[in-house]
């Protein structure tokens, strides 16, 4: 059983797609109850950024997400702290678990496209068995979850809405263990 739970979200800038999905993820663990703390980190970033205006009108146009400060939140590169911190990092594409493995080495079997772990993980074991197994496979473009960066609004919605049906999943077999 899974009593609490230490997530970072990780994409390129941690403007956009890492940040939608850490305001989603406290968003479910509020609603479900969950025991869940949240961080978000970014593999190339500008240190301090704001989210972008399409970002937060994407996140303002969910209107299942409940309400957040997103004038909070600032860009951060993924450290040693916050590696050793997480249970897990769920990533947005390839290339984010490719930088965890081989810049933190020893996070690669906590590591994973979220789209992928929902996708493969078995249901019949524990969340660290599920996370292991996936973070040992390849990881496969297929699942990446495609930067909005430099799109129209249209653009930043339709990445929000597939986060937002992959963390609504994502809590749904996470949770049925915590419960």
Not at 135 to 146: G, H, I, K
Not at 156 to 161: E, N
């Amino acid at each position: 059983m899974v009593s609490s739970l230490k997530l970072v979200t990780l994409c390129t800038g941690n403007v956009a797609r890492s940040v939608m999905l850490g305001y989603m993820f406290e968003s479910l663990a509020k609603v479900g109850g969950f025991d869940w703390s949240v961080r978000t980190a970014g593999t190339h970033v500008v240190e301090g950024s704001a989210m972008s205006s399409r970002t937060r009108d994407a996140l303002l146009a969910l209107s299942d997400l409940g309400e957040h400060h997103y004038g909070g939140h600032r860009s951060h590169q993924l450290t040693s702290d916050d590696v050793a911190w997480a249970d897990a990092i769920l990533t947005s594409e390839v290339s984010h678990v490719n930088f965890v493995r081989v810049n933190f080495p020893e996070a690669a079997l906590k590591s994973a496209l979220l789209h992928q772990f929902v996708r493969e993980a078995p249901l019949d074991i524990t969340f660290n068995e599920q996370l292991r197994f996936v973070a040992s496979r390849e990881p496969l473009p297929v699942f990446d979850v495609d930067d909005p960066a430099g799109g129209d609004q249209a653009t930043y919605d339709a990445c929000a809405t597939k986060l937002w049906e992959l963390a609504q999943v994502f809590s749904t077999i996470v949770g049925d263990e915590e419960g």
